[in-house]
């Protein structure tokens, strides 16, 4: 069992960036005896001060989708089974308080969709984004930028608003290919989950950018795979 963490005494735990505040790593015979100890560790830590994600951690590794080694898809687009592990709302400001919070204006370089954006933010001093200081702090949305294919887009962003199209399906990130779900021959509809790649220890579900027939796979379970690099051919139904 280990802990990283670069948090230390006098250090400021800031919500601007990356909120991990330590990674707890252990290891296991097996996933069952390995998924045992870390619920041990995760009850074992004491934070004050701040709301962490533990007791989620807690909840994702006590279900039956985890211990079989599933995505849990399901429940984290479960609204109802997240609002449970919720925390409290904090209470609104007062007026008076609303009144005296300090408010700044602050200019933004954003791109989207390939062209670039001056944006004006009015509300509470924040750093810019990606931090640095300062105006025209530029950062990348909705695709733009060269660099946008290497990055895996949000889940429920996957799928394509068309049937047609490029037939060929490629990665939108290097990474490990985790799972292979689906094998040449096979006839999938858009949206369905192709595969998973494993990226930075996280699982990231592919799917199917358009219906259609699997016509090449050149993919393997355990294989790495480059961003850009064919996952899957798919030609529809009416392609001939």
């Known amino acids: 069992m280990r802990v990283d963490s670069g948090v230390r005494e006098g250090g400021e735990v800031s919500p601007m960036y990356d909120p991990m505040v330590a990674k707890l790593i252990v290891w296991d015979a097996d996933r069952e005896q390995a998924t045992k100890r870390m619920l ?5 830590f004491e934070i004050e001060g701040l709301k ?9 590794l006590a279900t039956e989708q985890w211990a079989k080694g599933e995505t849990c898809r399901d429940l984290l687009e ?3 089974w997240l609002k449970t592990l919720a925390f409290s709302p904090a209470a609104p400001p007062s007026g008076d308080d609303k009144e005296q919070a300090e408010k ?6 954003v791109e989207v969709s390939g062209k670039r954006f001056d944006v004006r933010v009015l509300g509470p001093p924040t750093p810019p984004f990606g931090g640095g200081g300062g105006v025209g702090t530029s950062a ?4 733009s930028g060269a660099d946008t294919a290497r990055k895996a887009p949000k889940r429920g962003q996957r799928k394509s608003s068309s049937g047609g199209g490029p037939d060929t399906l490629p990665s939108p990130l290097q ?3 985790w799972k292979v779900l689906v094998k040449q ?3 999938v509809q858009e949206g369905q989950l192709l ?7 996280m699982e990231n579900e592919i799917t199917a950018h358009k219906a259609g027939t699997v016509v090449e796979l050149p993919i393997s379970e355990g294989a790495p795979i480059q961003a850009g690099a064919p996952i899957a051919t798919i030609k529809s139904a009416d392609a001939g």
């Open 40 to 44: 041990r560790a995760l009850s074992e």
């Open 52 to 60: 962490t994600l533990i007791p989620f951690h807690q909840a994702l």
């Open 78 to 80: 479960d609204k109802k």
């Open 104 to 109: 700044v204006e602050q200019t933004y370089e």
């Open 140 to 143: 990348a949305m909705n695709g």
């Open 175 to 177: 990474g490990n290919m």
């Open 185 to 187: 021959g096979d006839e």
């Open 195 to 201: 595969c998973i790649i494993e990226a930075m220890k």
